[in-house]
């Protein structure tokens, strides 16, 4: 076997080890702030229909300008973000109605949300590395700066799903910019055994565990279906790959796999043909594993998933891959024969 | 093993315990890996959602004892739901 499937296999457990203890630990400081649960966004009107589009970070969304045509198809469903996202959503003028945050990490991911505290560059070189939002790869302070200012402008009109296991950072910034919080907790292990820690969760602060699927955006994606009840559910932006090109230095996940294997980490990365652009993308251990959780949990949803990407590596039973166009075309000649039947 | 070592002479070479260097390796083994997982567990075989105790029947978005537990507990800052319209576009705020 490849080394990258096989150190793929064993991250349902490394990403046990990885987020459990921080992310608990975050739960319990965010108790005090917990005065909703997800479950009542369930009930309350976020678009129409029941369409929904989930915006993942992934590189198809520049690529393919995956947000500018949602933004002109007039699309009415529910728009459901991974925190990564964000930024490039109100960037290209589409607000959208949930953001999902799960990562615990204490300083990274409320950059996401543009972060008024920063005021030079930091030392942690991961926003000017990642490959999923360059804007900030090119100046990180004034990325920041505009975001600043899109957040504070937009944050009333944007509801966030926050695992508990979410940074402090990240609730503190979103209440500053009156983002309503709903919560949830992560799925940490089988709640059936007695001393699992998701029941330990659920048993302090009652909220429901979601199954988290490894990354923000598939947890955006279960939000969407589980929680909002969506049966269509559109994907843009939730490539679960690299995009050709991409250097080695660039992926998520460089510095790590090179502390592990030194020489050999480009061992673990898998290259796989797109069926439909025939472009060949790559993935990490990480982001095969997360691609093989995807399927996992598509397969058994009671939803139509629909990869819009029109790229990346999410193929497979329980997907139907239909350009966004399409997708966008269906929902609106749907929407339009449910008011004139109506 | 040190047991075994035990002598009225010294040994030129340093014995490595090799059971202790098994533990060191997986644990480094482990540390490295828990570094390439991701920023949320995925528990295999398990549903989506899990609310608790009593699951409601309807399953997905319904509200339940969970729900009316959290409820209960949660005292709303600023919760009037109608004034938080929905998003969609800046031209076109809310749904």
């Known amino acids: ?342 | 093993m040190p047991e075994f070592l035990k002598g009225n002479y010294k040994l030129a070479a340093s014995i490595e315990d090799k059971a202790d260097a098994a533990d060191s390796t997986d644990e480094f083994e482990k540390k490295a890996l828990s570094r390439l997982g991701g920023s949320i567990c995925f528990v295999s075989k398990k549903g989506l959602i899990w609310q608790g105790e009593a699951q409601p029947a309807g399953g997905a978005a319904a509200a339940g004892e969970a729900t009316a537990r959290t409820a209960s507990r949660a005292t709303p800052e600023n919760g009037d739901k109608d004034k938080a319209g929905g998003a969609g576009t800046k031209d076109s705020p809310g749904a």
């Open chain 1, 1 to 342: 076997m490849e080394l990258g499937r096989k150190i793929a296999q064993a991250l349902e457990a490394a990403t046990f080890e990885r987020v459990a203890g921080v992310g608990l630990a975050n739960a319990e400081v965010n108790r005090p702030r917990i005065a909703r649960s997800v479950l009542e966004l369930a009930e309350t009107p976020l678009g129409t229909g029941d369409t929904a589009i989930v915006v993942g970070a992934g590189p198809s969304l520049r690529r393919r300008r995956s947000l500018e045509r949602l933004r002109a198809s007039g699309f009415a469903g529910a728009i459901v973000a991974a925190d990564g996202a964000l930024g490039a959503c109100l960037r290209a003028g589409v607000v959208p109605h949930v953001v999902v945050s799960v990562d615990p990490h204490p300083e990274r991911i409320v950059r996401w949300f543009g972060n008024p505290a920063l005021t030079v560059a930091p030392a942690d070189d991961y926003f000017r590395r990642q490959e999923m939002d360059p804007v900030h790869r090119e100046d990180e302070l004034s990325a920041n700066r505009a975001l600043v200012e899109l957040v504070d402008a937009y944050g009333p009109k944007i509801k966030v799903a926050a695992a508990t296991s979410a940074a402090p950072a990240v609730v503190e910034r979103c209440e500053q910019a009156r983002m309503e919080l709903y919560w949830w907790n992560p799925m940490y292990d089988d709640y059936d055994r007695p001393e699992s820690l998701s029941r330990r969760l659920w048993n302090m602060n009652g909220l429901p565990c979601l199954n988290g699927g490894g990354n923000v955006g598939t947890a955006a994606w279960v939000v969407t279906h589980a929680v909002l009840g969506r049966k269509r559910i559109g994907l843009v932006g939730i490539d679960l790959g690299y995009a050709p090109g991409t250097p080695y230095e660039q992926t998520q996940y460089y510095p790590e796999l090179v502390a592990l294997l030194g020489d050999r980490y480009r061992e673990a990365f898998i290259h796989t043909e797109n069926p439909v652009t025939r472009e060949v993308w790559f993935s990490d251990p990480a982001y095969h594993w997360f691609r093989d959780v995807f399927l996992e949990m598509a397969r058994e949803a009671d939803c139509e998933t629909f990869n819009c990407t029109e790229g990346g590596l999410l193929e497979g039973p329980g997907i139907t891959t239909v350009p966004l166009d399409a997708f966008l075309e269906s929902t609106v000649a749907a929407g339009r024969k449910e008011r004139t039947n109506g």
